[in-house]
Each structure stands twice: as structure tokens, then as C-alpha cells.
């Protein structure tokens, strides 16, 4: 780790809306670090279920820099970002490790992937294909990761099988 990197912090940068890219790409331009991490969504549109990527902290991005150096304006006033979280006049640095555990549990393309099991009892949340933004209580966990769900239907307990990724803690 060189001295410049030893000074770098991660702050939280507020975007415009629908500007995630758009601020993504311009503050590379500059040269500095950021990470958007992003999770897979389904939603129904027009009678069909699409999944899609979306933000995991909608309206935020992380970007690394030297706050002594005063590169903090150029954040600020880069096309797509609204301002920097501070707390008074100066941004306030992420907590220390944050963004490193989010990088490490996500892949190559920044895709968020869960890595936890879930336990026979525990609430969880559907988020792909036709039973998605559905809870659903953890029956049992079959040996290839399919985990098995109980979820109302109709008024009755409905037993499903569910791929883990597939899963969120509520």
C-alpha cells in the first residue's frame, strides 16, 4: 500500500436521479475510485416478470479519494452527482472496512451475491421469478442449495423449492 493510497477514504456521493452511470463514468474520467454495488431484481412489467440489475443503496455511490488534497469539490461538482454525505462543511468517510466487505461479497461486475444460507425457520424474501417480493419461511435446505419454502397461497401453506441465490433475510 503506497502513502497516496493510505490517505484514500471512501465517501458516499448523493446522485441526481438516473444519473448512476452517467456519475460512474465521469468521476473515472478524473481518476477516482468508485463502486456501485448492484443486486438482481424481478419485477413484473406488463404482465411479465423481468429481472433486472438495480443499485443495492439507490441514489449512492462510493468514490475513494484523499479528502486532505481537497478533491472533495470535484466530486461535488461532477455532472451526475448531487453532493457529498457530510456531517457540517467536510464529507464524512465511510466507516473503515465497509466498502471492502461489500467488494468482497460481490463478483467482477459489482453483481451482489449471497453467500449466507438461510436456516429451516427463518423469514425470507423471494426476489426472482414468479413468486418474487413474496415471504416466505425456510422449511428445509436440500444438500444442491435448493431451499425449500413455505408460503400462503391462495389462503394455504404452499410448499416451494427455491434456488438460494434467490433469497433475501427479511
Same mark, same amino acid.
Given at each position: 500500500m503506497t502513502g497516496q493510497d493510505?490517505?484514500?477514504h471512501w465517501f458516499l456521493a448523493q446522485l441526481k436521479p438516473n444519473c448512476a452511470h452517467i456519475a460512474e463514468r465521469n468521476l473515472g474520467r478524473q481518476g477516482f475510485e468508485t463502486f456501485l454495488p448492484m443486486e438482481e431484481e424481478t419485477r413484473t412489467r406488463k404482465g411479465k416478470f423481468?429481472?433486472?440489475?438495480r443499485p443495492m443503496f439507490p441514489?449512492?455511490?462510493?468514490?475513494a479519494f484523499d479528502a486532505a488534497r481537497g478533491l472533495w469539490r470535484s466530486v461535488n461538482s461532477t455532472y451526475?452527482?448531487?453532493?457529498?454525505?457530510?456531517f457540517?462543511?467536510? &464529507?464524512?468517510p465511510v466507516p473503515h472496512g465497509l466498502v471492502h466487505e461489500l467488494r468482497t461479497r460481490c463478483d467482477d461486475s459489482? %453483481?451482489?451475491v449471497a453467500d449466507d444460507l438461510p436456516e429451516p425457520g427463518d423469514a425470507v424474501t423471494v426476489?426472482?421469478? &414468479?413468486f418474487a417480493n413474496f415471504v416466505a419461511k425456510v422449511e428445509k435446505i436440500?444438500?444442491?442449495?435448493?431451499?425449500?419454502? %413455505?408460503?400462503?397461497?391462495?389462503?394455504?401453506?404452499t410448499r416451494v423449492a427455491v434456488d438460494s441465490a434467490h433469497l433475501r433475510a427479511v
Amino acid at each position: 500500500m503506497t502513502g497516496q493510497d493510505r490517505d484514500r477514504h471512501w465517501f458516499l456521493a448523493q446522485l441526481k436521479p438516473n444519473c448512476a452511470h452517467i456519475a460512474e463514468r465521469n468521476l473515472g474520467r478524473q481518476g477516482f475510485e468508485t463502486f456501485l454495488p448492484m443486486e438482481e431484481e424481478t419485477r413484473t412489467r406488463k404482465g411479465k416478470f423481468i429481472t433486472a440489475s438495480r443499485p443495492m443503496f439507490p441514489g449512492y455511490i462510493f468514490v475513494a479519494f484523499d479528502a486532505a488534497r481537497g478533491l472533495w469539490r470535484s466530486v461535488n461538482s461532477t455532472y451526475g452527482i448531487t453532493r457529498l454525505v457530510s456531517f457540517g462543511k467536510e &464529507p464524512a468517510p465511510v466507516p473503515h472496512g465497509l466498502v471492502h466487505e461489500l467488494r468482497t461479497r460481490c463478483d467482477d461486475s459489482g %453483481l451482489f451475491v449471497a453467500d449466507d444460507l438461510p436456516e429451516p425457520g427463518d423469514a425470507v424474501t423471494v426476489t426472482q421469478g &414468479p413468486f418474487a417480493n413474496f415471504v416466505a419461511k425456510v422449511e428445509k435446505i436440500a444438500p444442491d442449495r435448493r431451499v425449500w419454502v %413455505l408460503m400462503e397461497l391462495m389462503g394455504a401453506q404452499t410448499r416451494v423449492a427455491v434456488d438460494s441465490a434467490h433469497l433475501r433475510a427479511v
